[in-house]
């Protein structure tokens, strides 16, 4: 099956500091999405970018699909971006079927 | 509009019993899928449901099941509960199979004493 590799797995960053996470699929996807999953569990989409880029305040990412990668870009973190990041993608011609990577756990401190 | 609820948010069970979650997704979504999380396995996917037909499943054993009603609420059911059962089972909702984003509920954390 699809294999998918995020980097890196930790990442500790000052307040006001900026990051990238990327994530590296094997095979063609239909589906990528970005998450962030809060202390509680709860999985808060980021992003759905199977190609292109996108920006939502002060979260980018950006697809290249015919190389297998996605980037994650937070500018200016703040506590509250503390948390695990995954991405999780759709093969193509499949169905819904989400296949997650190991993610990216940030803390931020002050 | 609102989310995808999952109830219970935390159950605790033990060795042998089982155990049914439910899953209401976003109001017109008629996709449900399932996925469990675990430290050791990370987030994994379990079974997918539409129009009340099972549309793809992983690679777990029978003990997990699982249905989906008319109205698209889907339960899941584990029988025969393992310590190694212990984790969070989410929820996740989206308008079509293979159709775009897929929406993830609160979870259900289950502990197998």
């Known amino acids: 099956g699809i294999q998918v590799e995020q980097s890196p797995p930790d990442l500790i960053l000052q307040e006001g500091a900026n990051s990238t996470l990327r994530c590296n699929f094997s095979?063609?996807?239909?589906?990528l999405q970005w998450f962030h999953q809060n202390p509680w569990g709860q999985l808060i989409n980021l992003f759905y970018i199977p190609s292109g880029t996108k920006q939502n305040g002060r979260l980018s990412a950006t697809t290249v699909a015919t190389e297998r990668y996605s980037l994650l870009y937070i500018s200016s973190s703040q506590t509250t971006d503390s948390g695990v990041y995954f991405c999780a993608v759709v093969p193509s011609g499949t169905a819904s079927k989400l296949t997650f990577g190991t993610g990216t756990r940030l803390q931020v401190t002050l | 509009k609102a989310g995808v609820t999952q109830t219970p948010r935390y159950l605790i069970k033990t060795r042998g019993q089982q155990v049914t979650l439910s899953c209401s997704p976003i109001?017109?979504?008629?996709?449900v899928s399932w996925y469990q999380q675990t430290p050791g396995q990370g987030l994994q996917f379990l079974f997918e449901y539409f129009s009340e037909t099972q549309r793809n499943k992983g690679n777990f054993p029978g003990r997990f099941s699982g249905r989906q009603f008319s109205n698209s609420r889907s339960e899941m059911n584990v029988s025969t509960l393992e310590l190694g059962d212990s984790a969070l089972y989410l929820c996740?909702?989206?308008?079509?199979?293979?159709?775009?984003?897929?929406?993830f509920g609160a979870g259900t954390r289950l502990s197998v004493l």
């Open positions: 095979d063609s996807v239909n589906n």
């Open positions: 996740a909702s989206s308008l079509d199979v293979g159709a775009g984003i897929q929406y």
């Open positions: 109001s017109g979504h008629r996709s």
